[in-house]
């Protein structure tokens, strides 16, 4: 009976130790949260013939007073906007479609011109499954700004629950 | 009677002690991100009383500026401490930034205005948060635009790397361009966040001046 009570005791504490160390690296490792610039919308699930490729439209928002800028960015040094597959998914990206840029200015230097997207915007992926159910993370990367500053590149997850049949 | 006290006890030993860890964990949380907090020292946009644009007001106002020492484009270590004496505009910025490109002129026409009283422009050039530490490749990358840019300009100040790497105690420099200007004895005496004007970076520049 006394051994039960240690060895209850004995999983309480190692219990205890894992929680506590999921809180230290809780607290060292992760950054504080900010809201995103650009969300993934849907769709959550896709179901698509194994083997040949498929067309999937993604839906993307950017919040409200940003823009960023589009696959084909009006100047060399400034960051496009891509979307792509990590090997290895079960899903490979053939191509990807993506809309034109609107071109603004700055209202403070009406001669530099933009090409961004702002508020929804979708990207047309093209894409081969093989057979059977994937997760897939895709990657969204890109370069946020409002018309006074600029946030630094972030690349987004973009979670796919991809079937191939 | 004796064993069901023994079990409640223990029971009870073990319930105190997720409970004290619970809180020990929810206290350590607080003070870490308290520490973090601190230590980016972030600053915060204001409404400006005049109605205009909202001015950045950042804790390091009135404050030393955090040293550093960077390289330039040519691996030289350039510190902030070998320009005391002199007033400086320290200018986070980046490739990729257009607001960055548009003041950049500016900053030069600046720079060239007031050097020969003793001003400088250190710009320090900032990748942001995408590139990892060992992904040499990606910083190779990343200097050769910034050589290209800072030639195709012709910028005449010093061009720093890695301004990632000071970032937390000039407040996370989480959106660009960001500028501080400090006076001859090393203290922050104005701060802009984004694109201001060439108005309003020149009087900063007389306040670090002391004119």
């Not at chain 1, 506590?20 to 179901?47: C, D, H, N, W």
């Not at chain 2, 400006?48 to 030289?76: H, M, T």
Request: glycine share 8%.
């Amino acid at each position: 009976m006394t051994k039960a009570i240690m060895k209850i005791c004995v999983a309480a504490a190692l219990a205890l130790g894992s929680l506590l160390a999921q809180g230290q690296m809780g607290a060292s490792g992760r950054s504080i949260a900010k809201p995103a610039a650009v969300e993934y919308l849907f769709p959550e699930q896709v179901t698509v013939p194994a083997g040949k490729a498929s067309s999937v439209a993604l839906h993307f928002r950017i919040a409200p007073g940003l823009h960023i800028n589009s696959h084909t960015p009006s100047d060399e040094f400034f960051i496009p906007t891509v979307f792509s597959i990590p090997e290895g998914a079960g899903v490979r990206l053939e191509g990807a479609n993506y809309p034109a840029g609107t071109d603004v200015t700055l209202p403070i230097d009406p001669k530099t011109r933009l090409s961004v997207y702002t508020g929804d915007f979708e990207i047309q992926a093209r894409i081969v499954a093989v057979p059977g159910n994937h997760m897939v993370e895709a990657k969204l990367r890109f370069q946020a700004c409002d018309k006074n500053a600029c946030m630094p590149p972030k690349t987004i997850t973009v979670p796919i629950d991809v079937i191939g049949k | 009677m004796k064993r069901n006290t023994l079990v409640l006890t223990a029971v009870l030993f073990i319930l105190a002690l997720f409970a004290w860890a619970g809180w020990a964990n929810w206290e350590y949380r607080k003070q870490a991100a308290e520490r973090l907090l601190a230590s980016t020292a972030q600053g915060e946009l204001v409404a400006s009383p005049a109605g205009g644009a909202p001015q950045y007001i950042s804790p390091l106002k009135g404050k030393a500026a955090p040293a550093f020492a960077l390289e330039d484009l040519n691996g030289k270590k350039v510190s902030l401490a070998s320009y005391k004496g002199k007033a400086v505009l320290i200018n986070f910025w980046a490739t990729w930034c257009a607001p960055c490109k548009i003041e950049t002129p500016w900053l030069i026409e600046l720079r060239n205005k007031y050097a020969a009283q003793g001003f400088e422009v250190l710009a320090i050039s900032t990748e942001g948060d995408d590139l990892q530490k060992d992904d040499k490749a990606g910083w190779a990358r990343d200097k050769a635009a910034v050589a290209k840019f800072v030639q195709q300009s012709k910028v005449p100040y010093p061009v720093l790397m890695d301004g990632d790497s000071i970032s937390r105690p000039y407040g996370g420099l989480d959106q660009l361009p960001t500028s501080f200007f400090v006076d001859r004895k090393g203290t922050v005496v104005a701060a802009q966040l984004g694109l201001t004007s060439a108005d309003e970076i020149e009087a900063n520049i007389k306040k670090a001046l002391g004119n």
